[in-house]
Every structure is written in structure tokens, then in C-alpha cells.
């Protein structure tokens, strides 16, 4: 069955240091990956996605994620981390099958950047 | 524990007709979003509501509306549907003053215009 893990409920990161919040996933054969980001009262926003290719996904406002595959893992990352992105991230699945693919999402992390 | 319960499960209409999609959410959860995940497609945010009003919208066509009624389950009302509006259609609910919001969706609804 496939399944994604985000092992933090929330994350806390002081402005300006690098932010890490963590993904890992079960899939049978290889997976396409997503992290959405959802700030308060809002719908999800698409951050990025890993299809095929670098292990590195660069996505919008500065985030990027790590492919891991011996890990199955899918960790989100900033360099430097701002107070504006303070909101709840999601880590999503689909699998690679044809048609209406089978989606599965993260139950969330809430990361708060402390000015 | 109970989930966010989505009906019908499958719903096959033809082309023109409308549909209602059901989305009931966990107890005592305050907000409903919608999600519209075409074939091949990546999950699209459409709609959402908190205490009953609408709180935020995205990519949602003229042609559908939605409400949160007063025991907080939702409705997606689909109008002229069209061959394209076939989807997987996810509802998602939350608390809004937990620490991550309770976020959990429902096994969606698929629609088939035909």
C-alpha cells in the first residue's frame, strides 16, 4: 500500500537559518513527488514535484527538495528560512500508473520561522 | 477514528447534466477544501469554505459552485458538465485552531462525463 510519512508535527527555525522538513514515502516502483504548502485559511499551493532526473528539485520561493531513493525519502529544504513561510507543508504521492493515479498525502507539518 | 466521508464514490453523468458531489467532514472540523486531480493531472485546489463562508478560491470553473451548510459538511454542485470536468475530486477538512489543523482528506469522488 502506498504511504507517506511527515514524522513532525511542527518545525521551528530561527529567520535566516536552513529549514528541513521531512518526507518519506512507500510506493511500489517509483513514484512521482510533490510538497504543497498551504498558509492559513488557504487552499494547497504546488511548491514542487520530482518526476524523473536530479535528485535536486528547485521550486518557487526559494524552497527546494532532495530525492533520496535508497531512503525513500523527499525532504524539503531553504537555505534560508523566512518568517513568510511560515505555514503547514504537505508531502504528496502519486504513483506512476496510468489514468487516475492514486494520490496520497502527508498528514501535514507546521513550520513556524521565529523572527 | 472517523474520516472525512466523500459520496458517491463513483458518478458517471453525461455530457450537459450537473452533479452534486457530498463531502462530510471530520467531527467537530471547521473547514472544507475541494481538490479537482485530472488524469495524468496533479492535485488542483478549487474551493474552500470556514464556518460556513467562503474563505479562499482557486482554478474552479463558473460552471461549479459550492456551500458548507450549518453541520459543516459541503457540496459541489457541477452544471454544463463537459467532457474535461472528469476527475478525481478530493475534499479535505480541518481544524482551524489545532496545531497543524487536523488536515485530512477523503478517497474523493470520481466523476466520468461521458
Known amino acids: 500500500a502506498q504511504s507517506v510519512a511527515q514524522p513532525e508535527d511542527q518545525v521551528n527555525v530561527a529567520e535566516g537559518n536552513p529549514l528541513t522538513v521531512k518526507c518519506t514515502y512507500s510506493?511500489?516502483?517509483?513514484?512521482?513527488l510533490f510538497w504543497y504548502v498551504q498558509y492559513p485559511n488557504r487552499g494547497l499551493q504546488f511548491l514542487l514535484k520530482?518526476?524523473?532526473?536530479?535528485?535536486l528539485v528547485k521550486g518557487s520561493y526559494g524552497f527546494e527538495a532532495e530525492f533520496n531513493k535508497s531512503q525513500t525519502s523527499f525532504h524539503l529544504k531553504k537555505p534560508s528560512a523566512l518568517v513568510s513561510d511560515s505555514a503547514l507543508y504537505f508531502c504528496?504521492?502519486?504513483?506512476?500508473?496510468?489514468?487516475?493515479?492514486?494520490?496520497?498525502f502527508g498528514t501535514g507539518t507546521k513550520l513556524q520561522v521565529i523572527p | 477514528a472517523a474520516g472525512v466521508i466523500q459520496s458517491p464514490r463513483h458518478l458517471i453523468k453525461e455530457k450537459r447534466e450537473t452533479a452534486t458531489l457530498k463531502c462530510y467532514p471530520i467531527?467537530?472540523?471547521?473547514?472544507v477544501y475541494w481538490y479537482q486531480q485530472g488524469p495524468g493531472q496533479d492535485p488542483q485546489f478549487l474551493i474552500s469554505?470556514?464556518?460556513?463562508?467562503?474563505?479562499d478560491k482557486g482554478s474552479i470553473p463558473d460552471r461549479f459552485s459550492a456551500q458548507q451548510f450549518s453541520d459543516y459538511h459541503s457540496e459541489l454542485n457541477m452544471s454544463s458538465l463537459e467532457l474535461g470536468d472528469s476527475a478525481l475530486y478530493f475534499c479535505?477538512?480541518?481544524?482551524?485552531?489545532?496545531?497543524?489543523?487536523?488536515?485530512?482528506f477523503g478517497s474523493g469522488t470520481r466523476l466520468t462525463v461521458v
Open positions: 479535505a477538512s480541518s481544524l482551524s485552531n489545532s496545531v497543524r489543523g487536523g488536515y485530512t
Open positions: 510506493v511500489s516502483g517509483n513514484p512521482y
Open positions: 520530482y518526476i524523473t532526473g536530479d535528485n
Open positions: 504528496v504521492v502519486r504513483d506512476r500508473s496510468g489514468g487516475y493515479q492514486k494520490v496520497t
Open positions: 467531527p467537530r472540523h471547521d473547514t
Open positions: 469554505f470556514y464556518e460556513k463562508m467562503q474563505s
